[in-house]
């Protein structure tokens, strides 16, 4: 049709001349009308004979576009009647509307006119054929075990009429060579046996051979199952090549070498057990190590006895169900000691950062680097933007000292002190996200992180020094050790030993949860400072308004599952959160519970705590929810929710839980 338009257009253009054959009949008409007469009739017969050529060439040129429309109709019909390759025409209701032989080889099935092609293949229903609206249509389907690329024209409308081809191209040699290959390729596994030293010293010296003998049996016994190829290149660290498919038995198993070494018994008072680091996915073998080589550390840095997978997107905890064992050489502390004092040496600067709302464990941390930097002369400020009442009552007994005069700073003004030769030490915990600044970290020369609670996939990075030990009863504990072992002459105040003292004395619940020998160690040698236990007694003391919103919380609590004690606080109140920490703590008390969670509304969200006996993993339970902790103590914050959506998804985590301890 628009063929003929144009084609018509250009005959019509020859009517010009036309034209000016009839002006000049006119103007002649005044010079010699006979002449003009003649003109006139010329036009006229000129007109004729243009409209007369002009039809018989539209006719022929229709008739040639009309038998090329044939042609290529015909050859598009024996195109698709003799097409090779499976076709097919549905409408965009899936509706098949025509076939080729070789789609009905695969089906050998008759009338399939007017089926739903997802009644055939429920993978191409309309909504995955046509997602992509914009563009043609790829995906790739199976269909008795044979696998099929299809592909297709994107549709020229969104009528349901509308109609669009499909092609079948089989590639199922090549999706079986490719899932081989996926099957076949190798990854990286690491296992290092926990405290082997202490392990070994728990026995007596006939019995070591017998506990390393187990040892190695258990961890070959398993390697040889799951078709591994074990390599012990350390006396308690081995190495494992396993196939890619084997992984999947490996996680359904729920890695139970982890039980299998932990019943071992060879006169060993210490349980023994292993960490597990594996790397998958990696774009090469090198890589995949690296993977093994970060789950590994990730790991021991949450306690040891559990598996970590680490692909290229993600770490997948398994086990942790075993609390920690302290470790009873202090070479680490003591190594970390002179570590930290040459870089706070080779500091213009130190600034040191705790978690927001600073409790007393970060507190008291902060101090023991402070008083490091001190005994070098060397500049050293607290950042300090929110605490709770305890810190509060701590700082309320500084504000006449004048040692202690501009030490502690805002996030203001720690942006202006923090450059490239500025030492940051973080303390109490390793999550950038918990800062009250993190972005302040790329400005630091040099970084410094203390912590002592079980590692978690989100870890402060470009760190020159990391002491990390999970065993550890509080950060306080650690920063007393490392003050021990420092270079320089002790001398501690004796608010900054009750400072450190009151971080032993949180975190432990007075010395009820995780502490060990050297956490009495810690206390003794800040007692020998001049700590006053009355005076540390006193700042914990509540007013009594705050006593009775915790009788409340405890009052409110709902039991679940016969053992596990769930409360919560809805109003917004300003350091609710110790309040809840300490309710938690309390529902401890009653008998039958072994782990108890309180929830309270806060600004943005609400915040959860977490307290267990040791016989439920709350740190576990809370992680599920983005928290974290220790096994016995840890929390969490959900943004954006009600308290009746936070108790919800804390009650789905606990199932959860139960759900993997069980299989």
Not at 21 to 31: A, C, K
Not at 306 to 328: L, P
Request: aromatic share 10%; glycine share 6%; with cysteine.
């Amino acid at each position: 049709m628009d063929a003929n338009r144009k084609t018509g257009f250009y005959y019509v253009t020859g009517g010009f001349y036309l034209v000016i054959i009839f002006v000049l009949s006119v103007v002649t008409f005044w010079v010699n009308q006979y002449l003009a007469v003649a003109e006139l009739l010329l036009g006229l017969l000129l007109c004729i004979v243009n409209y007369l050529y002009k039809k018989h060439a539209e006719k022929k040129i229709s008739d040639m576009f009309e038998k090329m429309t044939l042609h290529i109709g015909s050859a598009t019909h024996n195109a698709l009647m003799h097409f090779p390759l499976p076709t097919l025409l549905i409408d965009l209701n899936g509706k098949i509307k025509w076939y080729n032989e070789p789609f009905n080889d695969i089906f050998k099935e008759q009338a399939l006119y007017d089926k739903e092609i997802s009644t055939l293949i429920p993978a191409m229903s309309p909504e995955a054929l046509f997602t992509n609206a914009a563009g043609p249509v790829q995906l790739t389907v199976t269909h008795n075990e044979r696998v099929f690329r299809v592909f297709g024209s994107k549709p020229q409308s969104e009528e349901k009429n509308s109609i669009v081809i499909l092609y079948f191209d089989e590639i199922t040699e090549y999706a079986e060579y490719r899932q081989k290959y996926e099957d076949e390729k190798t990854f990286a596994c690491l296992i290092f046996v926990d405290n082997y030293d202490e392990l070994m010293e728990s026995v007596g010296i006939s019995e070591v051979p017998q506990l390393q003998g187990q040892l190695y049996k258990h961890i070959n016994d398993w390697a040889t199952e799951n078709g591994g190829v074990l390599t012990k290149y350390e006396k308690d660290k081995y190495s494992v090549i396993f196939e890619h498919h084997r992984l999947e038995g490996i996680i359904k198993s729920k890695f139970d070498i982890l039980n299998k070494i932990r019943e071992i018994s060879e006169g060993n008072t210490l349980p023994a057990s292993v960490s597990i680091g594996i790397g998958v996915c990696g774009k090469d073998i090198a890589e995949n190590d690296e993977f093994a080589k970060n789950a590994i550390n990730m790991a021991l840095g949450r306690g040891g006895d559990q598996a970590v997978v680490k692909d290229n997107e993600q770490f997948s905890f398994y086990g942790g169900t075993s609390k920690e064992y302290e470790k009873s050489t202090r070479v680490k502390a003591r190594v970390v000691s002179n570590a930290l004092a040459g870089l706070i040496k080779n500091a213009e600067n130190i600034v040191v950062m705790a978690h927001k709302v600073t409790d007393a464990d970060s507190l008291g941390a902060a101090f023991g680097v402070y008083r490091m930097c001190r005994m070098q002369d060397k500049p050293v400020h607290i950042l300090l933007e929110s605490y709770d009442q305890t810190v509060k009552n701590l700082l309320e007994r500084m504000e006449h000292v004048e040692e202690y005069a501009g030490l502690f700073i805002n996030t203001q003004q720690a942006t202006s002190r923090i450059d490239a030769t500025t030492l940051v030490v973080v303390v109490d915990t390793h999550k950038p996200s918990l800062l009250d600044a993190p972005a302040l970290l790329k400005k630091a020369g040099q970084i410094v992180v203390v912590d002592h609670h079980r590692r978690g996939a989100d870890f402060i990075e470009n760190t020159a020094l990391i002491y990390h030990e999970p065993y550890a009863s509080s950060a306080c504990e650690m920063l007393t050790e490392i003050l021990q072992y420092s270079p320089q002459k002790l001398s501690l105040s004796k608010l900054e030993a009750e400072c450190l003292y009151a971080g032993l004395v949180v975190d432990t619940k007075n010395f009820t949860f995780k502490t060990g020998v050297r956490t009495f160690e810690a206390a003794s040698f800040l007692r020998k400072q001049g700590v006053d236990t009355v005076a540390i007694k006193t700042m914990f003391q509540q007013d009594l308004a705050t006593y009775i919103k915790r009788a409340m919380i405890i009052k409110d609590a709902e039991i679940i599952r016969g053992n596990i004690a769930v409360s919560t606080y809805s109003e917004v109140e300003k350091d609710i959160q110790v309040t809840i920490a300490q309710a938690a703590d309390e529902l401890l008390n009653i008998k039958g519970i072994t782990a108890s969670f309180v929830l309270c509304l806060t600004e943005n969200g609400i915040n959860i705590s977490g307290r267990s006996l040791g016989g439920i993993n709350v740190q576990v339970i809370l992680e599920k929810l983005g928290g974290g902790g220790h096994m016995t103590i840890a929390g969490a914050q959900l943004e954006g929710i009600t308290i009746e959506e936070g108790k919800e998804r804390l009650c789905q985590a606990i199932d959860e839980y139960y759900l993997e301890t069980v299989n």
